[in-house]
C-alpha cells in the first residue's frame, strides 16, 4: 500500500500542477484514473522484481544488507526502512 501510495500521489500532483482542473475537469479526472492503475502495475511490478532478488543463484536466501544492495538498481528511492518493510513483505509470502 505505501509504494502504491507513493506513485500516485507522486503522479497525481503531476496531473495537479499541469492541467487546469476548472477547464479541464474530465481530463484530470481520466488522467488521475490512469494514475492508479498505473501505480497499481508499477508498485506490483517492483515488488515482484525485488522478490526475486531475495535469494542467490544456489536458492538461498540474502542477507537484508546484501538483499539492499542487489535491489538498489531497482528501487526509486533508498529508504532503509522502507526496504525492509518490503523485504519482510516479501520473506512473509514466500
Known amino acids: 500500500p505505501a509504494l502504491y ?3 500516485l500521489r507522486t503522479y497525481n ?3 495537479d500542477q499541469s492541467i487546469d ?9 481520466q488522467f488521475k484514473n490512469n494514475n ?3 501505480s ?3 508498485a506490483h511490478r517492483m515488488s515482484r522484481d525485488m522478490a526475486a532478488q531475495m535469494v542467490d543463484k544456489e536458492g538461498n536466501l540474502k542477507s ?11 528501487a526509486d528511492h ?4 522502507w526496504l525492509r518493510t518490503e ?5 512473509s509470502r514466500a
Open 13 to 15: 500532483h503531476a496531473v
Open 36 to 38: 492508479e492503475v498505473f
Open 87 to 91: 523485504y519482510d513483505m516479501a520473506l
Open 40 to 42: 497499481a502495475f508499477r
Open 64 to 74: 537484508f544488507d546484501r538483499f539492499r544492495k542487489d535491489v538498489e538498481p531497482i
Open 5 to 7: 501510495g507513493g506513485f
Open 78 to 81: 533508498h529508504v532503509r526502512q
Open 21 to 29: 482542473k476548472k477547464q479541464q475537469r474530465t481530463l484530470a479526472r
